[in-house]
Structures are given as structure tokens and as C-alpha cells.
């Protein structure tokens, strides 16, 4: 069973940089599929990131490539999300998401285990 636990949102100037971690618990933990997504007031929950067991393969939205980078350190079990050069439409609750079967998915409803999610706010 895994347990996930983000931290490290906040308020963040536009230009400005957060890091996200997502605490992970479970034997099994580092052979799952992470990943980050994350939903605006009134929207759709939307992909943002993923990565492999191992932090070979990684994937992201094309409205963050190039600005965020996802990691994962599986000897702390933790997975990451570095964000730079955050933009105010970058605000939003942020989750972090366990795929069990590991299709590489960015449909949310394909992602088995969620954490709390963590408020992100960009302003300008």
C-alpha cells in the first residue's frame, strides 16, 4: 500500500521558483509510475509531469516544458517538482500520483494512489 504526501507549495512571485516533494510510502513504491498533476479553480485536474521507477523516462506538459523538471530519489522515497520561471497561470493545487501499473499515463483517472495536494500561487 502507498501512502503520498506533497509539500513545499506556497506564494511565488511570476519569474520566481518552488520545489515541490512528494514523501511516498509502500514496499513497492519505487516501481511505480509518479507523476504531478494539477487543477485550477474551476477546471479540469490536468497533467503536468511524469517519471519512471528508475528517473530514465520523464514526460511533461507542453505548458511547462523547459520550466519544470520532475526527479525522483527513490533511496529517500520522494519524488520532486522543480518549477522555474513560474508564470501566474501556473496557479493552481498541485497533486502527486502514483500510477501501480505503470502505463505512463497523463489521464488522471488511470493514476491509483493521490496525495493531499499543495497550493501553488504565482502573482504578479
Known amino acids: 500500500q502507498v501512502q503520498l504526501l506533497e509539500s513545499g507549495g506556497g506564494l511565488a512571485q511570476a519569474g520566481g521558483s518552488l520545489r515541490l516533494s512528494c514523501a511516498a510510502s509502500g514496499r513497492t513504491y519505487s516501481y511505480y509510475v509518479m507523476g504531478w498533476f494539477r487543477q485550477a479553480p474551476g477546471k479540469e485536474r490536468t497533467f503536468v509531469a511524469l517519471?519512471?521507477?528508475?528517473?530514465?523516462?520523464?514526460a511533461y506538459a507542453d505548458s511547462v516544458k523547459g520550466r519544470f523538471t520532475i526527479s525522483r530519489d527513490n533511496a529517500k522515497n520522494t519524488v520532486y517538482l522543480q518549477m522555474n520561471s513560474l508564470k501566474p497561470e501556473d496557479t493552481a493545487v498541485y497533486y502527486c500520483?502514483?500510477?501501480?501499473?505503470?502505463?505512463?499515463?497523463?489521464?488522471?483517472?488511470?493514476?491509483?494512489?493521490w496525495g493531499q495536494g499543495t497550493q501553488v500561487t504565482v502573482f504578479s
Open positions: 517519471v519512471s521507477w528508475n528517473g530514465g523516462r520523464t
Open positions: 500520483a502514483g500510477d501501480t501499473v505503470s502505463s505512463y499515463s497523463t489521464t488522471p483517472n488511470d493514476y491509483d494512489y
